[in-house]
């Protein structure tokens, strides 16, 4: 039902089938029409009672309405004077019409999007802990409540810390303090404070390649010169960024699991890098984006463990093993730099949401982490090995122990284009060629991520993958 309320220069009218609350409806009517002009500086609206009895609605939620608009310095209330506009017109901002692009057009397809099938470095949504991570927060949320209101440390939550302290020297085999550690709302993040911290703008930076390449663009983006390093079966050739770029001031890399081609760093490439960056004082970013969620054997231990002479920052994050939506991720700084990072993190990027983090502290501690890690081992092995079966031996490139597949297309194919007509058929493959760098050196492929490929969807993104290819040869 519509009710109105007409006088000569203005109408209110209250729709009671939608579902917006009729004090939103009165307020919205009242605000356009002081913004129109339709209602004058000055003018007197109908009293509460008047309104709400012409309008048949509750003297209370004209109230509200006009406290609303008070609120919003549109009306001065004037007690028995009644309520009237107030005396300056708002000025209505004039909208800017241009279009603004979204950020990393062309390597992600959006966001806050339901994962597709094939679709990469998302975990599994099924899989989630969701109703035991919502048990954990709501008592975070109450904790934080009654906690002393004071600065939090902008490391990060100290239990936070130091559980993820005990989480590296059992997994990752790292030897740290609590205060090396940064909470980060994730590599991104890490990378950011890494760059700022060791001020390495205008630098030279050697960049996997292939590579992650939103990690490119963000080092562009920090004035870095970004110097494509190739990768072999070992790793990032150390000797090729010699060679390349020898003043560089610090190595992306990501020796756990190459992204994307997921081989492991060799002893001797690890060995090779840390001494060049001892010889020149140069740093190493180590992106330890998967952790341990390694799927064959167990996930070689960290750079980090390795480093003796404190040249390498370690980055962790929980978006792959736990899930993005937490934007939660954390560095641990060499020891000598650790009181540095400290200062930069309190004075430029202090740690984000300190409820988040307490919910996170008591998940590690309570051993859920190691428990959700090794059931998502056991569930992406399984999905890896159906994708393999379905997908037959002749498409897929090699083995890798990482949670996607490469899959090589024919020469001459393009990746892109065939990615992109495959997001119009509800899958997701992600093309190769946007991560190598040099792009005359990249073959055509795709990776297919396994984590979301649940049973009853395999089959039928598995066809459809193959129609499009055989459609494109
Ligand atoms: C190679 C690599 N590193 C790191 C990340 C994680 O980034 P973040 O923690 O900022 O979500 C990703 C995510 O896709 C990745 O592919």
Redesign the pocket.
Known sequence: MTLQLTNDRFSIAIDRSKPVPITEQITTNLRSAIMDGLLEPGARLPSWLDMATRLGVARGTVKAAYERLTDEFLVVSAGAAGTRVAGRKPVTPTLPTRQIARPLQGIERGFSLAPLPFQI?VPAQDAFPAKLWSRIRTRAVREDAMAPVGPPDPRGHPELRAQIASYLAISRGIRCVPDQIILTS????GLFLAITTLQLHGRSVWMEDPG?PI?KMGLELAGMTVVPVPVDDQGIRVDRGIALAPDAGLAVV?PGQQ?PTGVTMSPSRRRELLDWAKREDAWIVE?D?LSELQLTGRAAPALAAEDTHGRVVHVG?F??TLS?ALSL?FLVAPLAMAERFGEVAACLNPAPNPTTQLALASFLADGHYLRHLRHMKALYMERRNALRECLGQDLIMQDVSGLAVPIRLPKGFSDVALAQQALGRGIAPLPMSVWHHNREDAQPGFLLGVTNLRKGHLEQACGTLRELIAAGA
């Open positions: 470095g994730g590599y991104k993040n992650y990690a990501t992204a992106d984006y994050s978006s792959k993005p991720g």
